[in-house]
Nanobody, 122 residues
Framework: VQLQASGGGLVQTGGSLRLSCAAS????????MGWFRQHPGKEREFVSA????????SYADSVRGRFTISRDNARNTVCLQMNSLKPEDTAVYFC????????????????WGQGTLVTVSS
């Protein structure tokens, strides 16, 4: 699976952005998909995940209620709608594909996309 993330940019506090990740490869539909982010000087952290069928979703506490993950298996894409953005959401965001149990998605990434930078100004 190859992943290509896009949609990052500069937005003011309280604004919205929509990240997209285009996947190639026939096994995309069998993978759970996730978004992670990395703040400058810190380790990459889990943001959100969606199961291969789209029926299960999980979110980090820091984004729950503000971010929404979705996927379109017909178009091989996964999106992250980010609302009510805060300066602490500033980070490089990565999409990822995992093939283990959904509950272990944050720890069983098989493929990473390149990052897309999100900057939230105060």
């Amino acid at each position: 699976v190859q992943l290509q993330a896009s949609g990052g940019g500069l937005v003011q506090t309280g604004g919205s952005l929509r990240l997209s990740c285009a996947a190639s490869g026939s096994t995309y539909v069998t993978h759970h998909m996730g978004w992670f982010r990395q703040h400058p000087g810190k380790e990459r952290e889990f943001v959100s995940a969606i199961s291969s069928s789209g029926g299960l979703r999980s979110y980090a506490d820091s984004v729950r209620g503000r971010f929404t993950i979705s996927r379109d298996n017909a178009r091989n894409t996964v999106c992250l709608q980010m609302n009510s953005l805060k300066p602490e959401d500033t980070a490089v965001y990565f999409c990822a594909a995992a093939s283990g149990p959904f509950a272990a998605t944050a720890y069983s990434v098989s493929y990473w996309g390149q990052g897309t930078l999100v900057t939230v100004s105060s």
